[in-house]
């Protein structure tokens, strides 16, 4: 069995480049409504995130309440005509322009020609909003061409101009174009179908070959998906198109072995992701060659377990790294906790959206009982290890555990900016960090009565380090989603570009103190070889956004494989040199 996802699915350029812009404008809007003029992309399950934003479409500038206090109004990327545009400066509402600059091109193309008198003919589908607007740049000149029949209807026409909607299907334009030269052999032609479209469609042409089922994720209302979904059917096999993954008809994919997927133009990463999941999941089930290991490690990250794996790794690292006797009682409590403030955070948190889109969303849902309950049975235990430790373990856990569980709590009054510490921008990167770092590297040597010395600052930050370069990178995955709903991670607070600017300088900066270390603070020699974590959670950075196929569970998965390597170099380093350095 295989699923296959198409690396040209989801939003193209235009369209991120408009929600990017509302959401920019959301984050500074206090109170005021946003309004798109039409929905700002063909996706309903995003239009609702957004109108829970305060981001509300309109069709009709009229439906907008007259001396309406809004932030202003969005043209999305289809662009409009200028008479809307006559009508939308007319509201007096401040008026923000995300037209992809390739609908503009075509825009410009219709004006110079129309302006010297030739008859526009867009090719494209009647009533799309992209069509209507580039109508209304043909003042009275333009006429719409759906099929090759539309040209044989035509009128004689002196001079001619044509362009075509930019997602308009490439093999009914070459149809349409081979009749219209046929008429008029002296009509000047602009290809104007978008190149993020033809890459689009030219995939799911091969893919749809190459597989025994096709499924094609986005809105019903999006032309460009609807189109996918007939380039699919089109060498007779058999495709889907769904809206979300609630709607993937499971018993008749489960006829198929390999099933191809791609998405419409303006279809969000976490609803493809979401489907890919279930798809990849439902597979597994039936297929008894799937690597079974595989299947467990999709299952551990899933469900948090392979992040407590992951500390009780870097809890014994830290063990090994301050000299002391790895004690698996710390190992444990490293691991129970994460899981812990993992799973019970999710679960206060999910109803605000702090699983939305995620590949842990549909696990949450069906388990709730089973992960609430493991969940304080964990964190029981842990403190209970605490109690057995002696006084100052049990304190520093109970002040922990109180950490992780007020993070999500509402402490100030309501109408406050921040109510919990949750709504501090980027407090969740730095909180997991902290909370790990404390519980790997500070907890066995409180509890065994060491004192804390440079050796544990350099355990801290190396695993401080590592665990906030690995959060922010997934936070860089999910980014799409974060800003829909509107958590202010680090990705969306500073942008991609500097975001990866403070992860080279972390890495870098860990590289530094872990070489420096057994020279300035007399460490011993394992810290070289907690190098190499940090080297390839750093190759995962260059890489991450390389990998369109894979999907979300796996990335997660792949970044969180940097704690189990830490524990792996520890403990090689251990069995290498016996604990006594090089
Ligand atoms: Fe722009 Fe092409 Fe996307 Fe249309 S499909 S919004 S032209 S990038």
Redesign the pocket.
């Known amino acids: 069995m295989s699923v296959k996802l198409a690396e040209t699915a989801g939003f193209?350029?235009?369209?991120k480049r408009a929600v990017d812009m509302v959401l920019e404008l959301a984050q500074h809007k206090g109170q005021e409504t946003i309004y798109t003029y039409g929905p700002l992309i063909h996706n309903p399950q995003t239009v609702e995130l957004l109108r829970k934003r305060g981001i509300v479409p309109v069709t009709d500038i009229e439906e907008i309440p007259a001396g309406t206090k809004a932030a202003g109004i969005i043209i999305r990327?289809h662009g409009i005509s200028p008479q809307e545009r006559k009508l939308l400066l007319g509201k007096n509402l401040k008026i923000i322009d995300a037209t992809?600059p390739?609908?503009g091109r075509v825009q410009a193309i219709i004006k110079k020609h129309a302006a010297r008198d030739f008859s526009i003919l867009i090719i494209g589908d009647a009533g799309h909003p992209e069509v209507n607007g580039l109508l209304g740049y043909t003042f009275g000149k333009g006429l719409l061409l759906a099929a090759v029949e539309d040209v044989h209807r035509l009128p004689p026409l002196d001079k001619v101009c044509v362009v075509a909607q930019?997602?308009q299907s490439v093999d009914e334009y070459h149809r349409i174009v081979a009749a219209v030269r046929a008429r008029f052999p002296d009509a000047i032609i602009f290809d104007t179908i978008?190149d993020?479209?033809e890459r689009r469609q030219s995939e799911v042409k091969s893919l749809a070959e190459e597989m025994d089922a096709m499924i094609i994720v986005g809105g019903r209302n999006s032309a460009?998906t609807q189109r996918l979904a007939d380039l699919a059917a089109l060498p007779g096999t058999p495709t889907f198109h769904v809206e979300t993954a609630e709607e993937l008809p499971v018993e008749q994919l489960a006829a198929h072995e390999k099933i191809g997927i791609s998405a419409g133009?303006s279809t969000p990463n976490w609803i493809i992701d979401r489907v890919v999941d279930t798809v990849t999941t439902r597979q597994a089930d039936k297929s008894r060659q799937v690597n079974s290991i595989f299947r467990f490690w999709v299952w551990s990250v899933r469900t948090d377990l392979y992040s407590a794996l992951g500390a009780g790794c870097l809890a014994s690292t830290a063990m090994l790294f301050q000299e002391m006797t790895v004690r698996f009682l710390y190992i444990a409590v490293a691991s129970l906790y994460v899981y812990a403030m993992h799973t019970l955070n999710r679960f206060i948190n999910r109803k605000t959206g702090s699983i939305i889109g995620s590949f842990r969303e549909e696990s949450y849902r069906r388990h709730e009982g089973q992960y609430l309950s493991t969940s304080v049975l964990a964190l029981v235990f842990s403190l209970g290890v605490g109690i057995l430790s002696g006084r100052a373990a049990f304190l520093f856990l109970l002040a922990m555990s109180t950490l992780g569980i007020l993070y999500n709590a509402q402490l100030a009054p309501s109408g406050w900016p921040f109510r919990s510490i949750r709504d501090l921008p980027g407090s969740k990167n730095i909180t997991v960090a902290f909370a790990w770092a404390a519980i790997a590297a500070v907890l066995p040597p409180v509890a065994e009565k060491m004192p804390l010395t440079e050796t544990t600052a350099v355990s801290f930050a190396f695993i401080f380090g590592i665990v906030f370069v690995r959060s922010v990178l997934s936070d860089l995955l999910g980014v799409q989603s974060d800003k829909l709903v509107g958590k202010e991670t680090i990705p969306v607070l500073i942008g991609n570009d500097r975001t990866q600017q403070l992860l080279n300088t972390i890495s870098l900066t860990l590289v530094v103190m872990l070489a420096a270390a057994t020279t300035l603070v007399r460490t011993v020699s394992l810290s070289y070889f907690l190098i190499i974590p940090v080297i390839y959670i750093w190759i995962c950075f260059r890489l991450y956004d390389r990998k369109p196929g894979l999907i979300g569970v796996v990335k997660e998965g792949v970044l969180e494989t940097a704690y189990i390597i830490a524990g792996l170099s520890a403990w090689a380093w251990y069995l290498i040199f016996g604990g006594k350095g090089l």
Do not use: Q
């Open positions: 193209c350029m235009g369209v990327a992809c390739k609908v930019t997602t978008c993020s479209t460009n133009a």
